[in-house]
């Protein structure tokens, strides 16, 4: 029994399947191309964790009166005062003041801050500029949303010196939010209003500036008086 011969398919029949086999061909000579990150960038002022929107309060020195401070409408006075050291140790002081929300309790009562390591509240809070290019600690009040809400935050940067002040360094970026405390109760060792922190993380990447560091983290502007390179981890 012998096999018939098969009849030749028609030319357009193989055609795709020519067509295809060249396509595959040429895509495996081309040389592998990365993957794009599909993600989209962060704009600014919209930092991670749910905080977004941010805008910093500008602040000049001696007495800020600030119209529509907190979330509720209250006005804030903040004191900003430069502590000279006669070296590059001198630093800001920040000290805020607001008038309680459910009623006089003795006027401008102090605003205290949760303290790094609680318990415990700091009465003022203080930035480590050093020479302007290299800081150490930075400062900034801001206006933002968290998770959706509309907020008064106070954004802190702290590297963490090694050997020298310039040299790259772990850095923490912590985030506080003003609170009204209950006062029914009249409870002991808090203040009407408080900055609690509701945000800490170590970065990922060392900084040579804490500006560059809340800059870079948060996606919002340096501080005017800033004089770290203008670089992403403010090093040279």
Known sequence: MTDKARPMLPLRWLLPSFLALALAAALMAQPAVAAKPQGTKAAP?????GIANLNPI????G???LDN???DGRTAIVI???RDNGNAWGHATYMVMMKPAGGDRHG???VSVEAETPPGVAEIVRDSPHTGEDALRSVVFAHGTVEGKPQTLLLIATRKMGDSVPDPAPTTIAVYQLTANAQ???PVGTTPDTFRRIRSWQTKKPYCSSDAALATELY????ADSEAPETADGCS
């Open 220 to 223: 919002i502007p340096r501080p």
């Open 58 to 61: 500008a602040l000049e020195y």
């Open 80 to 82: 900003r005062a430069w």
């Open 108 to 110: 401008w009562n102090l």
């Open 69 to 71: 401070f907190a979330p």
């Open 184 to 186: 029914d109760d009249d």
């Open 45 to 49: 002022g919209d930092g991670p964790q």
């Open 63 to 65: 007495v800020n009166t």
